[in-house]
């Protein structure tokens, strides 16, 4: 019996563990379905226009990552309930085992007690005795037989009806894995679907490889116009700095009293070289890092399209992309958000690219761009998720994609390292 308990214990254990891996995973499903939903919208507002554009073919890209993801899920919930199945199903035979040991053993006491075991067998048994000790013992050992029969009783029913709670949850873990297979089948048919798409578009767009270049040398001026501002305001304010510094210096030299002259030359102050924060800005600094991986989207729905850093071209053969950001794809009349809260260091014009507003939180800078109608103003204090304009669509192919950017100074940051996932 002891076995079992402890059997049961580790049983026990090992299902809360597989039982929280599966609510993550089911979590994650929930999560990867809303996401591919929502590129489907996309995809539906984009097919109504019927030119083949790359935008498009960048959100049907991020379908197919998505519904591979979900597949994934799907395989490893499938593994769980496996196991699952496996525990249970090993339990209930366990159970099946012990439960009839119990009862042979306890049919065997009764049939012992029947013979043996009789009112007038048992008052002779206790007047026989030698002392009153041994007497009072016999009684004793009476009234524990007839308690551990009791408890055999109790341990047989509770063992029966722990049998049928597991078997019932063996047949719903069955149909959930039969349920889950189904599923899967129809995504993979649905991935077969969007992967054949994939391929009908991409050799349509192939044939544009003019108009991708062209479109390639104005997005590498933006990044470039947008990397010279960030530069601009990080040098500006290292100027400023310098002159407090320099200011200063020459108040503290004014306030000395006048000495005899020594003929050495007064060490020069240390001009700083980087922004230096004020005790506000090191706070809001502080909290940016600590809402790591935390900090809001941008847009309150969105997918990314085009991620960070240098990355094979998705039509282009051979030829490479940089990304300062990520691009965010999201519906026609989407607001753009600041992510956190801080000051607006600039607002400006990018050539070819509308607007772009540059929103500093201590050391660190986000940037906006893609954006009409522009709510806020340099030196405008912003406050977390505060709309600070409309992300631009682009009439040719109906894309609205923001781009957005993180900055440590001038060091580019990836910005999926540090918003919710």
């Given at each position: 019996?002891?076995?079992?308990l402890?059997?049961?214990?580790?049983?026990?254990l090992?299902?809360l563990?597989?039982?929280q891996?599966l609510d993550?995973?089911?979590?994650k499903k929930?999560?990867t379905?809303?996401?591919?939903?929502?590129?489907?919208?996309l995809l539906?507002?984009?097919?109504k226009?019927?030119t083949?554009t790359?935008?498009?073919?960048?959100?049907?890209n991020k379908q197919i990552?998505?519904?591979?993801?979900?597949i994934?899920?799907?395989n490893?919930?499938?593994?769980?309930?496996?196991?699952?199945i496996d525990?249970n199903?090993w339990?209930v035979a366990?159970?099946?085992a012990?439960?009839?040991?119990?009862k042979?053993?306890?049919a065997?006491?009764?049939v012992?007690?029947?013979?043996n075991q009789?009112?007038?067998?048992?008052l002779?048994?206790?007047l026989?005795s030698n002392?009153?000790?041994?007497?009072?013992?016999?009684?004793?050992?009476?009234?524990q037989?007839?308690e551990?029969?009791h408890?055999?009783?109790e341990l047989?029913?509770?063992?029966?009806?722990l049998?049928?709670?597991?078997?019932?949850?063996?047949?719903?873990?069955?149909?959930?894995?039969?349920?889950?297979?189904?599923s899967k089948?129809?995504?993979?048919?649905?991935?077969?679907k969007?992967?054949?798409?994939q391929?009908?578009?991409?050799?349509?767009?192939?044939?544009?490889q003019k108009?991708?270049?062209k479109k390639?040398?104005e997005?590498?001026?933006?990044?470039?116009q947008?990397?010279?501002e960030i530069?601009k305001i990080?040098?500006?304010e290292?100027?400023?700095?310098?002159e407090?510094?320099r200011?200063?210096?020459?108040?503290?030299e004014a306030a000395?009293?006048?000495?005899?002259p020594?003929?050495?030359?007064?060490?020069?102050?240390?001009?700083?070289?980087?922004?230096e924060?004020?005790?506000?800005?090191?706070l809001?600094?502080?909290?940016?890092?600590?809402?790591k991986r935390?900090?809001?989207?941008p847009v309150?729905?969105g997918?990314?399209t085009?991620?960070?850093?240098v990355h094979?071209?998705?039509v282009l053969?051979n030829?490479?992309?940089?990304n300062?950001?990520?691009?965010i794809?999201?519906a026609?009349g989407?607001?753009?958000?600041?992510?956190?809260a801080?000051?607006?260091?600039?607002?400006?014009?990018?050539t070819?690219?509308?607007m772009?507003?540059?929103?500093?939180?201590?050391?660190?800078?986000?940037?906006?761009?893609?954006?009409?109608?522009?709510?806020?103003k340099s030196?405008?204090?912003v406050?977390?998720k505060?709309?600070?304009g409309?992300i631009?669509?682009?009439?040719?192919?109906?894309?609205?994609v923001l781009?957005?950017q993180?900055?440590?100074?001038?060091?580019?940051m990836d910005?999926e390292d540090?918003?919710?996932?």
């Amino acid at each position: 019996m002891r076995s079992f308990l402890l059997l049961s214990v580790l049983l026990l254990l090992t299902a809360l563990v597989n039982g929280q891996s599966l609510d993550e995973l089911r979590k994650k499903k929930q999560k990867t379905n809303e996401q591919i939903k929502y590129t489907t919208k996309l995809l539906e507002e984009a097919k109504k226009n019927q030119t083949k554009t790359l935008n498009k073919f960048k959100i049907l890209n991020k379908q197919i990552e998505l519904r591979t993801t979900l597949i994934t899920g799907i395989n490893s919930e499938v593994g769980v309930l496996a196991d699952f199945i496996d525990q249970n199903a090993w339990l209930v035979a366990s159970l099946n085992a012990d439960m009839e040991s119990l009862k042979k053993e306890y049919a065997q006491m009764i049939v012992f007690a029947q013979r043996n075991q009789t009112n007038y067998s048992k008052l002779l048994f206790v007047l026989s005795s030698n002392s009153f000790n041994q007497a009072y013992k016999r009684i004793m050992y009476f009234r524990q037989y007839t308690e551990y029969r009791h408890r055999q009783a109790e341990l047989i029913q509770w063992i029966r009806d722990l049998i049928q709670a597991k078997v019932s949850r063996l047949q719903l873990q069955r149909a959930e894995k039969e349920t889950l297979l189904l599923s899967k089948k129809q995504e993979a048919d649905q991935l077969n679907k969007e992967k054949k798409q994939q391929g009908q578009y991409l050799t349509t767009l192939q044939q544009k490889q003019k108009e991708f270049e062209k479109k390639l040398r104005e997005q590498q001026q933006i990044e470039a116009q947008l990397s010279n501002e960030i530069q601009k305001i990080v040098e500006e304010e290292v100027r400023k700095a310098r002159e407090r510094a320099r200011e200063l210096a020459k108040a503290k030299e004014a306030a000395k009293p006048a000495g005899k002259p020594t003929g050495k030359q007064p060490a020069k102050p240390s001009e700083p070289t980087s922004y230096e924060m004020t005790p506000e800005e090191k706070l809001a600094s502080g909290q940016f890092e600590q809402n790591k991986r935390r900090l809001p989207w941008p847009v309150e729905r969105g997918v990314i399209t085009d991620r960070f850093g240098v990355h094979e071209h998705p039509v282009l053969k051979n030829i490479q992309v940089k990304n300062n950001g990520v691009d965010i794809s999201t519906a026609q009349g989407v607001k753009a958000r600041s992510i956190f809260a801080g000051e607006v260091s600039r607002v400006f014009m990018v050539t070819g690219g509308n607007m772009a507003v540059i929103i500093r939180h201590g050391k660190y800078l986000t940037v906006y761009s893609n954006l009409v109608n522009v709510q806020v103003k340099s030196g405008d204090k912003v406050s977390i998720k505060q709309t600070i304009g409309t992300i631009g669509t682009d009439g040719d192919d109906d894309k609205t994609v923001l781009k957005f950017q993180i900055w440590k100074e001038n060091v580019k940051m990836d910005p999926e390292d540090w918003i919710a996932r």
